[in-house]
């Protein structure tokens, strides 16, 4: 049995300007590359291979080669390495460094190169320097007998998150026509596999940490065994920090405290290795003070990080109502049902300023 730990899109040296506590989240970059080669040793792999995107090329210094360089001596068996958009192979790259250790193999060129692993188990790599490499699977064609494994940093077309770039694209039936057994990638945070007539065809294993807001999928590595022919993935998780991005409606407040207290209460559910940002919406009362800096220092102690973003609606519904607009016809509408005991026209007066307003409401 041959045993192969597949991980991709660490992103070592990524700055998180987007959030609070970005030093703390660059560190955990480190820790994760760390635990990938731990999980490697733990499950006794004889082969690490790397999706691309395993550091941020302008920003990786000598401090970056050593921690690099030193995890893949620990491991000391064979890795091999695709580089990816944001770690293309180039003269200058740390790739090309001649003090590298002797297991580490780079794909460096945007083609593709075959290395025997075992009997009957060939892997095939395609690189990436900084020009734009086209579609890697188009005139790919494996044919070496056994199974074919292909080391590749690029985008699945048929499923790519939105807002995502393509590139390197690719489709699950050029995967297929190539002759593939398997396709070994980076690119997509967020982790999958996809299966094809009952066996796994394409495996991304995700950032070991989440990198942006919004990413879905697991955030790990892959432990892939290859016995008599067959292939089997693993999806394992190694993140220990989360991203969250959650909206707090304040509707109705009229004080300082009441602010506060909508938001704890929000947050009650997130930890020490959750990041939030956290999106303030609703209609407060006019003069009822929103200090998004007070409400990061109060609530924002107990988690990784918290930022706070201010989109609530100041609104007086009894001046509004004196308005001879429509928007004051259906205030003073609302104000009455209200008064006569109807319980939605709380939540309807604060949808219908807030609509006014330009809010987009959630459903």
Known sequence: MLTIVHAADIHLE??????????????????????????????????????????????????????????????????????????????HSLYARSDKPANVRVFADPAWTAFPLAEAVTLYGFGHTPAEPGRPFADAHFDRPGVRLALVHGSDEDRCPPGKRATAPFTTDEIVASGATLALAGHYHGGYVVE????????????????????????????????????????????????????????????????????ESALADFGGSDYVRAHLLGTVARGTRVDTDLLVERCGSRLAALEVIDRTIAADYAELAQQPNVRGHVVRDLLERLEGGDADAERALAYVVAAFEGEEIAP
Do not use: M, W
Request: aromatic content about 8%; some cysteine.
């Open 196 to 263: 094809a007539d009952g066996a796994p065809i394409l495996a991304y294993p995700g950032s070991p940490e989440p990198i942006r807001f919004g990413e879905r999928g697991t955030h790990g590595a892959l432990v892939v065994t290859v016995a008599a022919g067959n292939v089997r993935v693993e999806p394992v998780s190694l993140a220990r920090t989360r991203l969250f991005e959650c909206d707090v409606r304040l509707d109705g407040a009229t004080t300082e405290r009441a602010v506060l207290a909508g938001l």
């Open 14 to 91: 990524t700055i998180f300007a987007d959030v609070r506590g970005g030093s703390r989240r660059r560190a955990a970059l480190a820790d994760a590359f760390a635990r990938i080669v731990d999980l490697a040793l733990t499950r006794n792999a004889d082969v690490l291979t790397i999706g691309g995107d395993l550091f941020e090329a302008q920003r990786a210094g000598p401090q970056t080669a050593r921690l690099i360089y030193e995890q893949f001596a620990r491991f000391a068996k064979q890795v091999y390495l695709a580089p990816g958009n944001h770690d293309p192979y180039g003269a």
